[in-house]
Each structure stands twice: as structure tokens, then as C-alpha cells.
């Protein structure tokens, strides 16, 4: 099958084209080339996501090798609807930054830019892809590393402070995240995922595979920013340029959600998480007091970026809630909201960049009159924002109405009080910014003459975000059938390993003698 080899090139296309990017020196070459191997991988994605949808799991045995002894990619309908948001917002944002690092960035590190996006995309596409637990480690490095490169690019220097602050807990993140795998490895002796899952059922009660799935999922949790572990998110977004704002907001964290979500259904398996080691709680608690904390935090701060960082921290919750209900429609929601929000806090950071961009300051107060002078990037931040509140014929309303019906399934009625209140709170802050934009008048002491709508290269993605959070909040089609395919997929391999397990299938090898030793005992 063609796509069998299709599932290597998003990862392979962006990671030969970083030192491309870097090579071709001038930012006008650097920037159309990114932004083409970025629209390839969307292209890619979309064709992947559709034979996974049509024709099931594509594996790639990586060098002919085949699992779980060589490395193996495998995309499935769960990791090509993430891949398909992560690449499509990838090209987005390249479009938008042309301007936009023009005025936030050095002109000497632009290419650097570039360069540091394609692998930055790479390394995501990696992770999501990649049957292997170690190289979801290494492929988690490469992003990271990039990451921590983008974020320092700002021109206010305030950005190294906040890249630092990045690169120490994501190392502490990534350092439990290798500990766990190890851990894994040192008690079954394979790194592929499915031949992990198959195994580790064999240890119930062990303390390594007990101790490793909790060096995980910490790590994890640093790397999506789930409360109390997410102190970083909140600078990195409010003083990186806004085009990394916009790219990390709608792609890492959310590739970190899966991340948890792989680990819990494909390798440790539900029962022994959320039944036996009592997580579905810990995550419960963690991602209300998220969602409240949070959304009160964005609504007591005064730069607009720090406001939507705090509200991303919130979000995050809402994907963590829908997983801790422990169902299909609970991981429905979840993956529903991981699209979605990648639409929505685009859109909203692409319209703050364009505001930082004619105004130079992204505090509310100077949002003052905008609604005026601004008129397409301040209508495109009030649809966004009335997105994130969750009104009718948006995504953030399908969101919310997937997350809140999952918890009245299962008659969680506080549950889903709590989601209806965490959407007030949204009101307060997206209100705050609407409210300076059109009640309120230009300063005298700004000139007018100079503050009008940016440039079509940044208005067009902006836009396309805009639009896509109406049509996809109409039709909902695509993303409820991708999002419920892959919750299905996700439960039933689930299912399928328990019951390999209980008849003896997957008792080979050393396995049985290990297994025989422990009944000995």
C-alpha cells in the first residue's frame, strides 16, 4: 500500500527541510520553503487521516525491520486527526509570520526561525506517529529543543527568562518521562508500544511497571501543562514572539493530551489506571481546579498574551476532565476539544499579534478603540473569543456540549455544572478585551493615522481559523466522526490486549518463564 509509506513523510519531509531552510540564507526563501514542506504535510496528513479512517491502522516497519524488533510507525484514526490540526496550523502560522517576525524578531534570526519550525514539526508529527516508546522520547526532544529556540527569537528579552524557565521544566519532564520508559524497558525488554501493553498486562502488581507509569504520566503532565505542573506556559506564551505564541498554543500541548491518552489506552491499558492505580480522581480534581484557577487567573491579568495563556491552562482541563470520565463519548470529547481549540486559540493569538503588530503593546488598556481602527482582526478575535465561551454555532459550543453530555451519561451532574460555570469566567475575560476594543475611545495620545488593519498575508490564516471555527461548529461531521472513530479504536485495543492476555496468546518467550517465576514465588 502507498500509504504504508506515506506514514514516514511527515516526519521525514520537515526534518530534511530544517537544514534546508537554514542553508538558503535570505528570510523571503527560508519562509515560502517552510511554508511549502508545511502545506506537503497537511496534504500528507489529510490522506492518512482518510485511509485510517477508511482502511484501518497503517503500520511502517522502519528499514524493512518489522515490530516489535525494528522501529515502527503506525497512524491510526486517533494520531492522524491530531497530525491533521498540527500540520494544518503549522502552515497557517508560516503564512501569517512572514510580517509578523518581521517585527518581533532580529532580521540575522530569521532563517533560524524557519529552521526551527520545521523541526519543531517534525519532532510533533514524530511523536504522534512513532509505535516506539523511546523514540516518542527522542522525537518529544527534538520539539522541545526547538521550542525553547522559538520562544528566545522575541526581540524583548524578557523571552530568555521565559525560554529558561521552558527549558528547565521541560528537561525535569522529559528526564521523568526517560526514567519511566526505562523503567518499562528494564522490567519487559521491549520499547514498542502494542508488544508493552501485551506484556505489562502480565505485571499486575509489579512496583517497576507501577513506578514507571507514574514517572510518566508527571512527565507528561509538565509537558502539557496540566495544574499544578504548568508555572511555564504562562511567560513562554506572553513573551515569545506571537507567531510561536499561536503555533505552540495550537499544537504542543495538545500533542502532549495525546501523548497521556496513548499511554493510557495503548500501553497500560484503562483498568489498571484509572481502577487499580486510581488516576480517573487525580486527574478529575486537577482538571476542575484547572479550569477554575486558571480562568480566574486569565480574568485578573492585564496583557491580553498572559489572558489567553491562563485560558489555555483552563482548556487543557476541559481535555483532561473528558478523559478522566473513563468512556467513549468522555474521550470523545476530548479529542473533539483537542481540534477545536487548536482553531480557536490560533485564531485568537494570530489577532493579538496583529494588534502587537500595528500597536506595539498587547495590554488591554490599549486594545482601546481597536474596534474601529482594526476592524477585521478585532471581529476575528470577538468570533474566537465567543468560541472559547462556547456560544451555538461554534466549535468551542460542540466542545463543550460533548463534554458536558458525557458527564450527564454517567449522571456526573457536578461535573457538568462545572464546565457550564468555567465557560462565566471566559466571559469575564474575552469580555474585558471586547469591551476596551468597541466601548471604549482611541487614546488622544495615539495618532490614529498610524494604526489601521494589517496586511492580507496576516489577515487570510486569521481568518481561515475564523471560518473554520463557524463551519466546523455547523457541520460537525468530520470531527465527530474522526474524534468518535478514534475513541472507539482507542477503547477496543484496549479491550483486545485485556483479552489476549486472559486467553494466553501473548505468553511467549521469555515472557512465560518470567511469568512462571512469578507464580513459583
Not at 71 to 85: G, M, S
Not at 326 to 347: C, E
Amino acid at each position: 500500500m502507498l500509504e504504508q509509506h506515506l506514514a514516514a513523510l511527515p516526519i521525514i519531509l520537515p526534518l530534511i527541510a530544517a537544514p534546508i531552510a537554514l542553508i538558503l540564507g535570505r528570510s523571503v526563501l527560508s519562509w515560502g520553503f517552510a511554508t511549502l514542506v508545511s502545506g506537503l504535510a497537511f496534504l500528507l496528513s489529510w490522506q492518512l487521516l482518510s485511509a485510517a479512517l477508511s482502511e484501518g491502522v497503517i503500520s511502517y516497519a522502519v528499514g524493512g525491520w518489522a515490530p516489535p524488533w525494528g522501529i515502527e510507525l503506525r497512524v491510526d484514526a486517533a494520531n492522524a486527526f491530531v497530525l491533521l490540526a498540527v500540520t494544518a496550523i503549522s502552515t497557517l502560522v508560516l503564512v501569517y509570520s512572514k510580517h509578523s517576525i518581521e517585527k518581533e524578531v532580529k532580521a540575522t534570526n530569521h532563517t533560524l526561525f524557519y529552521t526551527a519550525h520545521l523541526l519543531c514539526l517534525a519532532g510533533l508529527s514524530g511523536i504522534l506517529i512513532t509505535g516506539d516508546a523511546f523514540n516518542l522520547f527522542v522525537f518529544l526532544e527534538i520539539s522541545s529543543l526547538a521550542t525553547y529556540t522559538l520562544v528566545s527569537l522575541a526581540s524583548d528579552r524578557r523571552c530568555l527568562t521565559a525560554a529558561f524557565r521552558y527549558l528547565v521544566m521541560g528537561t525535569i519532564g522529559a528526564t521523568f518521562i526517560l526514567i519511566g520508559v526505562g523503567l518499562l524497558y528494564m522490567k519487559t525488554g521491549t520499547l514498542n508500544m502494542l508488544d508493552l501493553a501485551e506484556r505489562i498486562d502480565l505485571y499486575d502488581s509489579s512496583r517497576t511497571i507501577n513506578t514507571g507509569l507514574a514517572f510518566i504520566m508527571v512527565g507528561v503532565s509538565i509537558k502539557l501543562a496540566l495544574f499544578p505542573l504548568h508555572m511555564w506556559l504562562p511567560p513562554a506564551y506572553t513573551h515569545a514572539p506571537s507567531a510561536v505564541s499561536a503555533f505552540l498554543a495550537s499544537t504542543a500541548t495538545k500533542v502532549a493530551v495525546y501523548v497521556m491518552i496513548r499511554f493510557i489506552f495503548t500501553v497500560f491499558g484503562i483498568d489498571h489506571v484509572f481502577v487499580d492505580m486510581g488516576m480517573g480522581i487525580i486527574l478529575m480534581v486537577l482538571a476542575v481546579v484547572a479550569i477554575f484557577k486558571c480562568s480566574y487567573m486569565a480574568t485578573v491579568q492585564s496583557n491580553v498574551k498572559t489572558v489567553l495563556a491562563y485560558s489555555s491552562v483552563a482548556q487543557i482541563g476541559y481535555m483532561i476532565l473528558g478523559l478522566s470520565l473513563v468512556s467513549v463519548s468522555g474521550l470523545m470529547a476530548s479529542m473533539i476539544h483537542i481540534f477545536n481549540h487548536a482553531l480557536m486559540k490560533g485564531a485568537l493569538f494570530m489577532a493579538v499579534g496583529a494588534v502587537f503588530y500595528r500597536v506595539g503593546s498587547v495590554e488591554i488598556k490599549d486594545f482601546a478603540g481597536l474596534g474601529r481602527k482594526m476592524p477585521l482582526t478585532m471581529a476575528a478575535f470577538t468570533i474566537a473569543g465567543l468560541s472559547i465561551i462556547g456560544v451555538p454555532l461554534t466549535v468551542g459550543f460542540v466542545s463543550k456540549w460533548y463534554l458536558v453530555s458525557a458527564a450527564l451519561e454517567q449522571d456526573q451532574w457536578l461535573v457538568a455544572a462545572f464546565v457550564l460555570v468555567g465557560s462565566l469566567f471566559a466571559v469575564m475575560y474575552i469580555g474585558r478585551v471586547i469591551e476596551a476594543a468597541y466601548f471604549q475611545k482611541l487614546p488622544e495620545s495615539r495618532s490614529s493615522e498610524d494604526i489601521k488593519e494589517v496586511s492580507w498575508l496576516m489577515l487570510v490564516p486569521m481568518w481561515v481559523l475564523v471560518i473554520a471555527n463557524i463551519y466546523f461548529g455547523i457541520d460537525t461531521s468530520l470531527t465527530t466522526e474522526a474524534a468518535n472513530s478514534a475513541s472507539e479504536w482507542l477503547f477496543q485495543t484496549n479491550n483486545m490486549l485485556e483479552n489476549k492476555v486472559m486467553e494466553g496468546e501473548v505468553l511467549e518467550g521469555h515472557a512465560i518463564e518470567e511469568k512462571a517465576q512469578e507464580v513459583s514465588s
